[in-house]
């Protein structure tokens, strides 16, 4: 069965530090893999997909399929990072997003 | 424009109770979803609509939970006979099309339901 692990409940760094959220996935085929985000009192927002292989708010994401992972990274945190976190699958089959179970990201002053 | 809109923002209802919930969708969104958020979980899938047809009706947690998509535009999310396991926060998005790969689903700020 399709499944998306998000190890880490909190993760707390200082500004200015490299942040890595962790994702790993299962599923045999071709994934398509997402990050969204959640700002405090914001809506569910998507924020990058490995299908575009963009950078967005100077986050980054690499599928390595060898590892089944999919670990989002900054190489600066800013205070306006905090949020939580989800990584999520789908496939060319699908007609949903299989969401982890979420990280919450805490940048420290 | 404007975004998904879901409604009420908070349900508070006793055990054993039905209770609606709706999402409006960005118009002219043909595709549908809902979805559950319970404390320390991940966002469950509920189920989805292309149009007023759902072709995946495989997240939906037992027969008490049943949804339905008019004129391909509102949805309206039903759970009969509440139970406190059924307490979370629901949360409805909307597509241009189906596929998940290509297009963004849009969330709307979900309906919190507590079941007492």
């Known amino acids: 069965a399709q499944r998306v692990t998000q190890p880490e409940k909190l993760l707390s760094v200082f500004k200015g530090a490299p942040v890595e959220l962790k994702c790993n996935y299962s599923?045999?085929?071709?994934?398509?893999l997402f990050w969204y985000v959640q700002y405090s009192r914001q809506r569910l927002q998507l924020l990058l997909r490995h299908i575009s292989r963009e950078s967005i708010k100077g986050f980054t994401a690499d599928l390595n399929k060898g590892e089944t992972s999919f670990h989002l990274k900054k190489p600066f945190a800013q205070e306006e990072d905090s949020a939580m976190y989800y990584c999520?699958?789908?496939?060319?089959?699908?007609?949903?997003?299989?969401f982890g179970s979420g990280t919450r990201l805490s940048i420290r002053p | 424009g404007a975004g998904v809109s879901q409604s009420p923002s908070n349900k508070v209802t006793e055990k054993g109770k039905d209770v609606e919930l709706r999402c409006d969708p960005i118009?002219?969104?043909?595709?549908l979803y809902w979805y559950r958020q319970s404390l320390g979980q991940g966002l469950e899938f509920l189920i989805y609509?292309?149009?007023?047809?759902?072709?995946?009706k495989s997240g939906l947690p037992s027969d008490r939970f049943s949804a339905e998509r008019t004129g391909g535009s509102v949805s309206t999310l039903t759970i009969q006979r509440t139970q406190q396991e059924d307490s979370a926060v629901y949360l409805c998005?909307?597509?241009?099309?189906?596929?998940?790969?290509?297009?963004?689903?849009?969330f709307g700020p979900g309906t919190r339901l507590t079941v007492t």
């Open positions: 118009s002219g969104h043909t595709a």
């Open positions: 998005a909307s597509s241009p099309r189906w596929s998940t790969t290509y297009y963004e689903q849009y």
């Open positions: 599923y045999s085929g071709s994934p398509e």
């Open positions: 999520a699958l789908s496939y060319s089959s699908a007609s949903k997003i299989i």
């Open positions: 609509f292309q149009g007023n047809s759902a072709p995946d």
